[in-house]
C-alpha cells in the first residue's frame, strides 16, 4: 500500500541517481520491503513480468548502480535495518541490507570492534 509503494515523480526521482556522475534514470515504481519474504515475492513477481529490479540502499554510490536505466522496480532496503546476530569470538556480524556503517559503528560502540570505510 501507499507507504510501502510511490510512483511519485519526487521519490522516483530521488530513487534514480547516486552520487556520480550519470545522469537522472529514475525506476517506475519505487518500494520498501520490510521482510526477506517480502523481497522474494516482489522479486518473483518482477522475474515472471520481466520487469528491471533495482537494489537501492543510502544512494551514495559513485557508480550509477542505481539508475534505472530500462526503468523497472526499485527495492530500496532502508527499512530493514535489523542487526540479528554479533559474534565477537569470530568478529562476524549478520545484518539485514538496511543497515548503514553508521549504524552498525554505533551498536558495535564498547565492544572494541568497528566497521571502517573499505
Known sequence: GAPNVSTAAAVREQHGHDESMHPCAPPDVVVWPQAVGQVQELAALCHRCRV??????????????????????????????????????????????GVTRKALNKYLRGTGLWFPVG
Open 52 to 97: 528491471p529490479m533495482v537494489p537501492f540502499g543510502t544512494g551514495t554510490g559513485l557508480e550509477g548502480g542505481v539508475n534505472a536505466v530500462q526503468g523497472g522496480v526499485c527495492f530500496d532496503l532502508s527499512r530493514m535495518d535489523t542487526i540479528a546476530e554479533l559474534s565477537l569470538e569470530d568478529f562476524s556480524v549478520t545484518v539485514e541490507p
